[in-house]
């Protein structure tokens, strides 16, 4: 069963220094902190056609397992990037972002499709509470940043 999730939030920053922040793996951790904890993440910005493999653990508390992010697009100029996930039970991911002008902001949209059977619905709701979480940390990261 395959099921999609829809997020839009608006900052208060440049869309290119949005774009920045949120392709970049530095501050992947940062966000994910504590809802997730991945292990061997790389640094640096993501590129197309790179594969990350990772160990996740949920909050820290749960044993690790492996999850794979694979960037089939990004795309600097259109601040669009989409990556296919698999692992931690998880069948298949796929999260596409793309940031946009917003007046004097920006806003960054989030679609995310999720096959995860059963588990579909679950996921959802996790993956809501944690993106909420993301935007607060982002929000907090761009205000340190300027």
Do not use: C, N
């Not at 902001?105 to 999720?114: P, S």
């Not at 588990?119 to 935007?135: D, Q, S």
Request: glycine share 6%; no cysteine; hydrophobic share 45%.
């Amino acid at each position: 069963m395959r099921r999609t999730l829809l997020l839009d939030h608006i900052y208060d920053a440049d869309p290119d220094r949005l774009f920045g922040l949120v392709t970049d793996l530095d501050t992947l951790d940062a966000v994910v902190h504590p809802w997730m904890r991945l292990d061997h993440l790389p640094s640096g910005p993501v590129h197309q056609g790179q594969v990350i493999d990772v160990d996740l653990s949920m909050l820290g508390l749960f044993p690790s397992q492996p999850y794979r992010m694979e960037v089939t697009l990004f795309d600097a100029a259109t601040r669009r990037m989409v990556s296919e996930e698999s692992g931690h039970g998880l069948r298949r991911l796929v999260h596409e972002l793309q940031v946009l002008p917003a007046g004097a902001g920006a806003r960054l949209v989030d679609r995310i499709e999720v096959e995860a059977g059963w588990a579909a619905p679950f996921l959802l709701f996790w993956l809501r509470i944690t993106h909420a979480w993301r935007h607060h940390v982002r929000k907090r990261l761009l205000r340190a940043q300027a």
